[in-house]
Structure formats: C-alpha cells, structure tokens
C-alpha cells in the first residue's frame, strides 16, 4: 500500500544542509555575540589590569615576654596569654585602669595579639585610626597609651591566674608605618588579552548555536515552504521557474511555454494556481500563438464572457461557443457560473466531447483553472490535458495544502509535470 505523507519532515540531513545555506545569519549573530561577550570583557577587567593600589598603614606594637608559669609547652603558654588578654578579667582590669566606656566586644576588636614563631614572645597590636562607638584612637599617642593599658591588664590578669609573674613587657609600645597593598586582585596584559580572546571566541561560538537553534525552530514551527526546493520535493516534480517581481518578463513565459511543448500534434495543457490569481496561462498561451501556432486559451474563471461564454453550450441551451479571435492564431473562450446553475461542467461529458472535437483544431490548448484550493474541478480537467502546470505562490501556501495536492494526483493518477512558484 502506497503511503501518502501530509505534513513536512525533516531529516538531520536537510536540517544541517539548510542551516549551511544560512551561513550568513550565523555570520552575523556570531560577530554580534562576540563584540557583545569581548566587549564585556573588555570593560569589566580594564580597571584591573596591572592594577595595585597601595596605602599607608599606621600601627602601635609591643611585645611580651613569657615566664615558665606553667609546664606546658611555649605555643601553649602564649596561647593562654592572648586567651588572657581578651578574658573578661583583663577587661575589667583595663577599664578599672583606664575608665574607658567600653563594651567587651569593642575591647577585643581594638588590638590583636599574634605568636608568629615558636618562642616566648607574644606581639600585640592595634591599627589607627580606629573607632569603636564613641571610642576613636586618632592618632600615635592614642595608641600608645591604649597599647600600655592592655599590657598593663594582661600583666594583671596573668598575675591573677598564675600566683606568679607570667610576662615580662619585652617591647614598650611603639607606632609604625607599613605601605599595604589596598586592592588584592589583579591582572596581568597578557592575561587580560587571553580573557578578551576567549569571550570573543566564546560569543562566536554562541552566537552560531543560537542561529542553529532559532533556525532550525522556524523550519519546525514554520508549515509553509521555505524555499523552490521544499515546493518541488512535496510536489515531486520539477521547478520550471521562480518568478520574483525583478524577474518577470516576457523570457520567463517563453521558458514556461518550452517546457510544456510535446511531440503530440495537439496538446492539452491545464495551468492549476494554488493560492494564486494570475493571467500568466493567458500570457504562456500567447507564447504559442506568437509563433504561428493556433492556440485556444480556455478561462474556467467566472466572467462575463457573453457570445463567448461556453457556459449554456455546456448546460445544453446553445449551440457551439462561439470563440474570440483576437488574431489568426489566438482564440479564447470564457465562463459565466450564473448560466451553470450550480453544475460542474469540467466534469461532465460536455466538456470532455468538446475538448476532443477542439484538439483538431488548434496546436495548443491552454486552460487556466480556478484555485485549487477554492475548487476541485482543477483536478477534473487535470485529466483531459496532456501536459498539468502548477502555479504556486510560496508565501501563501503550506507544505500540508501541497501534499493534498500531489496525494489527490496521486491517487487519481494525474502526472503535474512541473510547478511555476512565485516568490513575492
């Protein structure tokens, strides 16, 4: 059994091949992403490259030196004398000594004490200016008499604990001044051109997958031919021409007109528009007439054909059409649907009796049916012609409208040789 396809599929073949045509969309969003992703870059580590930024910091230090108040080791010993300078016991002492008003938090964060060695010396230090509340050390002399205060505490609080005495002050305090590096990171140039280089290549990369994505999501979700080809594979047939406004000219139907003659004496050509009103079967009919060839141009459109109507001939109230000689070679003959009454006259043997009679009598016959997609009489004509011209507007028709077409030739047996698609 034969199967019939309705909607359009695409292979990773065809969707590979037809993003490769759109290399210039994946150009263009590859060099955008890239600017945008290397330009990014560009501006938010410019402040960084070789970038060090130093200040002054300003300190008090002293010193202390640890007794064998106990038999522990000397890390031990140092450690239980920085715990005894941030005791609530030193605290007291201090602010019993100094009068300061200051919280026990504020007092442990205005110095550090540090052990940076294995030895019996414990560093103690502040860094000025410093505020805790209402408290500020503002200069040198503020922290040195702050720093001999703490001393003062820890040497009481040891003492205290101990029963003995613990530290022995090593160095008085004392201020310093040590240039700190203020900003911790930084880039080399080197470095900064790689950072650049990589979100360059980045954004090329991104922006080339996201053409792929968005492409390939618009041939998915887009049911109407993307191209001639796409028109041409679901009709199973040949493009004779793609007619574009720049394009159309008297050539273009002379093609047309070439690629449906054959070797009958007489032949039978039936152009079927699809979403499509033209007059270019008249225009491929006037072709064959140009070269001395009779031709009949037959309009199965509704007009007011009057004496040249074939309308009553075919219902049986007249006798036989009479045609319109333009020239010796060019007759036409017209419809009037009001005269049918409702009938269909392409499908009757009327019809088909008068188009045998009128093969002797001209080269060429062309008819120009009504829309297919409006009337299925197309396809009853179809039949009688030798020759089956489809005439496609792209813009307007869907892949599925173009399978019913080739599935309701196929069936019928009916050949489309080939399909004229306008591109406008």
């Known amino acids: 059994m034969r199967e019939y396809k309705a ?27 890239g600017v945008l992703l290397g330009g990014y870059k560009f501006v938010s580590l410019k402040p960084y490259v070789e ?21 522990s080791s000397v890390l031990e010993r140092g450690c239980d004398i920085m715990k005894i300078a941030d005791s609530n016991l030193a605290y007291q002492a201090f602010c ?14 205005l110095f550090d004490s540090e052990q940076t060695e294995t030895s019996n010396v414990v560093t103690f230090y502040i860094t000025f200016p410093h505020a805790e509340g209402d408290f500020v050390i503002e200069d040198e002399n503020g922290g040195i008499a702050f720093m001999e205060a703490v001393l003062r505490a820890t040497d009481a609080a040891a003492k205290e604990l101990t029963g003995q005495q613990a ?42 997958m996201i053409e792929v994505a968005l492409y390939t999501l618009w ?33 273009s139907y002379k093609k047309a007109a070439l690629f449906l003659k054959g070797a009958q004496d007489t032949q039978v050509i039936s152009c079927l528009p699809v979403n499509w009103k033209t007059d270019d079967a008249r225009k491929i009919a006037m072709c064959y007439a140009n070269e001395q060839k009779k031709t009949l141009f037959i309009s199965m459109e ?23 000689a333009l020239n010796d070679y060019f007759h036409c003959l017209y419809r009037n649907l009001g005269d049918e009454n409702g009938y269909d006259i392409a499908g009757s043997r009327t019809f088909a009796k008068y188009l045998e009679q009128v093969r002797g009598e001209y080269d060429y016959i062309v008819i120009a049916c009504r829309d297919l997609g409006k009337s299925a009489e197309g ?32 069936i019928n047996q009916i050949a489309v040789d080939g399909v004229l698609v306008y591109d406008l």
Request: charged share 30%; proline share 2%; aromatic share 10%.
């Open 51 to 71: 970038n060090e930024v130093y200040q002054d910091k300003m300190q008090v230090k002293a010193s202390l030196y640890l007794s064998q108040f106990n038999d």
């Open 7 to 33: 909607e359009k599929e695409y292979s990773v073949g065809e969707i590979i091949r037809y993003n490769l045509k759109m290399w210039w969309l994946a150009a263009i969003l590859a060099a955008m992403f």
């Open 219 to 251: 041939m998915l979700l887009y049911k109407r031919p993307k191209n001639e080809e796409e028109i041409k594979d679901c009709l199973d047939t040949q493009v004779v021409d793609v007619f574009k406004k720049s394009a159309q000219n008297v050539e």
């Open 96 to 109: 019993e000594d100094t009068g300061y008003q200051l919280t026990l938090d504020q007092y442990r964060r």
């Open 167 to 208: 530290v022995t002050v090593l160095d008085k305090p004392y201020a310093t001044k040590e240039v700190e590096k203020l900003v911790s990171y930084s880039i080399s140039d080197s470095d900064y051109k790689k950072a650049i280089l990589k979100a360059l290549i980045a954004g090329v990369f991104l922006g080339i």
């Open 302 to 324: 509704d007009t007011d054909g009057g004496k040249y109507s074939m309308s009553r001939y075919m219902m049986g109230s007249a006798d036989a059409p009479e045609v319109e």
């Open 379 to 410: 396809y009853q004509i179809a039949k009688f012609s030798d020759k089956n011209l489809v005439l496609c507007n792209r813009r307007n028709t869907t892949n599925k409208e173009l399978y019913n077409i080739r599935n309701v030739m196929a």
